[in-house]
């Protein structure tokens, strides 16, 4: 058992913390991203071994591949020949750290549903223990790359929300990763938002997961960028989970070895506050449960 100093309070929609005592559980990091995606610092192998000393016994490597519209030919950067070094050198590390990590095959999809046909096909011909479904893009437009200060907030939110919306209907994935993550890179513009004010369109998301027995990625990234919070707020998965959300995972979409369980403390706390006792890991696309 880890234990660990510290104490969480909030200003102005952000999270802070000093250390105090505290016992952290979560032992499992399910968003992380190798140097085999293109924004990747390090290794599967770094990786790993970074998790063994952060005493994870679990994770999942879940580097991107992303959909765009079909005849702008973007997509076929994101091939199949891409997926097949992914594969060979994902069984290459589960044999090497056989006994001291597992590691899952995962993967984090990009708006799949613009071209939906050829992510069905990537579905069924690679078998995966983990999918996580995200939208990262806005009419072909990286949330990273959008100029807060110059467009409609309102606007923009409720495309974002309409992609959202149609992911969590139609693709086939398993837990929906970073549902607010417009709020992060909105935050890095000096613009503070929150999905909240769409609770309607919210609660439509998160009903659409439920029935259809898809999970909910609490992600850290937020608490170590300058938005100094979870992804989704905490407001939310309290909300998925009294609409009757089972499934949650923990990542920390970690794309440097480092960064590798950042914060799990901190989320760990806070899901105890809403009376949060499990998460989810998987397997061949099936979840399993462990207390926290």
Partial sequence: MMFIRFCVFCSKNKIFFDKGAFSMSIRADYHIHSCISPDGRHSIEEIAEKAIACGLNEIAITDHFEFFDPESNIHQSW?????????????????????????????????????????????????????????????????????????????????????????????????????????????????????????????????????????LEINTSGLRQTVKQILPSIEIIKRFCQLGGKVLTVGSDAHRKDDV????????????????????????????????
């Fill in 79 to 215: 091939s199949k020949e891409y997926l097949d070094h992914y594969f060979e050198q994902l069984q290459f590390f589960q044999e090497r750290f056989q006994g001291r990590l597992i590691i899952r095959k995962g993967i984090e999809i990009g708006q799949p549903f613009i071209h939906q046909v050829y992510a069905d096909e990537i579905m069924k011909q690679y078998h995966f223990d983990y999918v996580i479904g995200s939208v990262h893009k806005i009419n072909d437009c990286d949330l990273g790359r959008v100029n807060y200060l110059e467009i409609s907030i309102d606007e923009l939110i409720r495309e974002n929300l309409s992609s959202l919306m149609t992911l969590s209907q139609y693709s086939d994935f398993d837990c929906i990763g970073h549902l607010d993550l417009i709020k992060r890179y909105a935050a890095q513009k000096g613009v503070y938002i929150s999905l909240l004010d769409y609770q309607e369109e919210v609660e439509v998301i998160l009903k659409n997961l439920i029935s259809r027995e898809k999970g």
């Fill in 261 to 292: 369980a950042k914060d799990f403390q901190v989320a760990q706390m806070l899901l105890e506050e809403i009376g949060v006792s499990y998460i989810a890991t998987f397997e061949n696309r099936k979840p399993h449960f462990y207390k926290i």
